[in-house]
């Protein structure tokens, strides 16, 4: 799952981040500091291509814009980008039996694989000698690049951001502004009132733009359904995103958690939404196209989704005029007893990463452009761009142009046509909320540039509510505690043939397939089929899986406490 960008404004955050930024010590307002502003000015610059292969990648990248250009002119470097066909998981796999592989990779929940295969470089000795940059980017949160609690090798660098503080929250549910509008502005903070909004605006309106209204559209037909529909039962229950477990940080009991009944209660809600008409019947169907273009057209009323996934559709409703169609990111839960987790600050949790594949001919470079990579001068490069074209410096403080901004707004293809944040994921991060030594942020999603990009539809509803930016919805990131010790379970890097990672492949298969039939079943059926699913995950050993995530858990509390 790609990262989503997440967001808040929380002072300690900032300290955090100013203090593993030190490390330059300058104080020129341009790209940061006098001690990583020429980072690459002793590297070997010879031209050399790297293969790297994305498992999030699923569009070509061709390396020819303007960024792409000045990491080749600063570096040496130029990549070729490889991916796999959209929903193929077993590129991988494929590569493993073949024993060939791209110079680099981010192979996701397959790097345990890698491993156990011997195709990953270990990067330790290199760290140790000259991962000047990138011992400064993560600081003390180095520790967590571990293969493992019980094994210190470390294989990849990069993902996630060292910091990640919330500015924009997607919301667990979201509604055009146009329907909160027609409503007359409604309290929206449960199921049944998120329901009710839906329902009377799609009784009000049964057509949008001549084309049926759809009330609710899920993209769950591959692996979003992880996304659209399993993490959105754990949020409205107040779970935090810990992937497919419920994690008690204290004890550390870790717990699938499509075994507890607060989950369940989501699946019944979206089986009674399917009864009613309200809910897409293409959502576990539909290619990604397909749901684009639904939401580009104006006519599907509510999402559940990431804007990450969606954010393309967006642009176009603007291009259309019709940016009341977007939609406003809700706080919405099963209940008042439920606290929504939307805001939570994870930190920095490890886990996957890129990393140098046994293939590569000439991995000290490869090592040397990593390193590059967690410099301040490349960080200011791939979040910000080219200096004088995509971004000032006023006043000491970086600022997007004008043309940047209106290109933002208005063109789909901004960061392929431009390269700005195109290569910041999947590799190292300062991440958002991170300042560097000048007093500027790193990256460009800051609650400033975020509110100052507000549409006049965003403001009218805001205002509506009595509120100044969309953070201000939920609980805040302060009154949701510290970032969990363990991280986020989701980016443990499990052994590939562990029981834990057998067991739970079998049972996200499983639950993926059931709990989607379930929904799309008589609401008649519905305790039955979730009967069912329990007894078959026991089956499955599903308390074998616990008490081993469970075991993981505490070693990591203990770990990194």
């Known amino acids: 799952m790609k990262k989503m960008k997440i967001l808040s404004l929380i002072l300690c955050s900032v300290v955090v981040s100013v203090s593993l930024a030190g490390c330059g010590g300058g104080t020129a307002a341009s790209n940061t500091t006098s001690g990583s502003a020429n980072a690459s000015s002793t590297m070997d610059k010879t031209p050399i291509t790297f293969t790297i292969y994305s498992t999030d990648a699923t569009t070509d990248m061709p390396f020819t814009d303007p960024v792409a250009k000045e990491i080749t002119k600063l570096t040496g470097v130029t990549l070729k980008f490889e991916h796999a066909v959209a929903g193929d998981t077993q590129a991988v796999p494929l590569m493993i039996a073949s024993g060939q592989y791209p110079d680099l990779i981010y192979a996701k929940g397959d790097t345990g694989k890698l491993v156990d295969a011997g195709a990953l470089v270990k990067l330790n000795s290199y760290i140790d000698k000259e991962g000047n940059y990138l011992k400064a980017l993560y600081g003390n949160q180095i520790k967590k690049l571990d293969y493992s609690t019980t094994d210190s090798s470390i294989y990849t660098v990069g993902t996630n951001g060292v910091t990640n503080s919330i500015f924009q929250p997607d919301g667990t549910m979201q509604i055009q502004m146009a329907a909160l509008k027609d409503l007359g502005y409604p309290k929206i903070n449960s199921l049944d009132e998120y329901e009710k909004a839906i329902k009377d605006y799609v009784a009000k309106y049964p057509t949008i733009n001549g084309q049926k ?169 791939l979040n910000w761009g080219i200096e004088g074209k995509d971004y000032t410096v006023v006043n000491g403080k970086r600022v997007q142009t004008a043309s940047f901004i209106q290109k933002k707004n208005t063109d789909p293809n901004v960061a392929v046509d431009t390269g700005v944040g195109e290569y910041v994921y999947p590799f190292p991060e300062r991440g958002v909320g991170a300042i560097d030594p000048t007093g500027n942020s790193y990256s460009t999603t800051t609650l400033a540039n975020i509110v100052s990009n507000y549409t006049a539809d965003e403001k009218a509803t805001l205002k509506a509510y009595g509120k100044t930016n969309w953070t201000e919805f939920f609980p805040s990131e302060k009154s949701l505690g510290a970032p969990p010790v363990h991280g986020q379970v989701w980016e443990y890097t499990i052994p590939s043939d562990s029981d834990a990672a057998i067991i739970e492949k079998k049972c996200d298969d499983y639950t993926q397939e059931a709990i989607t039939k379930a929904i799309l079943g008589s609401p008649a059926n519905f305790d039955s089929a979730w009967a069912t699913i329990e007894s078959t995950l026991k089956s499955y050993q599903v308390a074998k899986l616990d008490a081993d995530m469970t075991a993981m858990t505490k070693a990591r509390i203990k770990a990194y406490k």
């Open 213 to 381: 209204t759809i009330g609710l559209s899920l993209m769950a037909s591959d692996w979003r359904w992880l996304i659209d529909v399993g993490n959105v039962a754990g949020m409205v229950a107040g779970i935090p995103n810990d992937g497919q477990f419920d994690v008690n940080d204290t004890t550390g009991k870790t717990t699938y958690k499509f075994e507890e009944p607060k989950v369940e209660q989501y699946f019944k809600w979206l089986n009674k939404m399917n009864a009613e008409g309200l809910l897409d019947p293409e959502s576990f169907t539909q290619k990604e196209d397909t749901y684009k273009a639904k939401i580009a057209s104006g006519r599907v009323v509510g999402l559940t989704d990431s804007n990450w996934d969606y954010s393309t559709a967006i642009t176009q409703l603007k291009n259309a005029g019709m940016s009341d169609r977007a939609y406003a990111p809700l706080s919405v839960t099963l209940g008042s007893q439920y606290t929504d987790q939307t805001l939570k600050n994870y930190g920095f949790s490890g886990g996957w990463g890129v990393g140098i594949t046994t293939s590569c001919k000439n991995p000290e470079r490869a090592f040397q452009f990593l390193n590059w990579l967690a410099s301040d001068q490349a960080q200011v490069l």
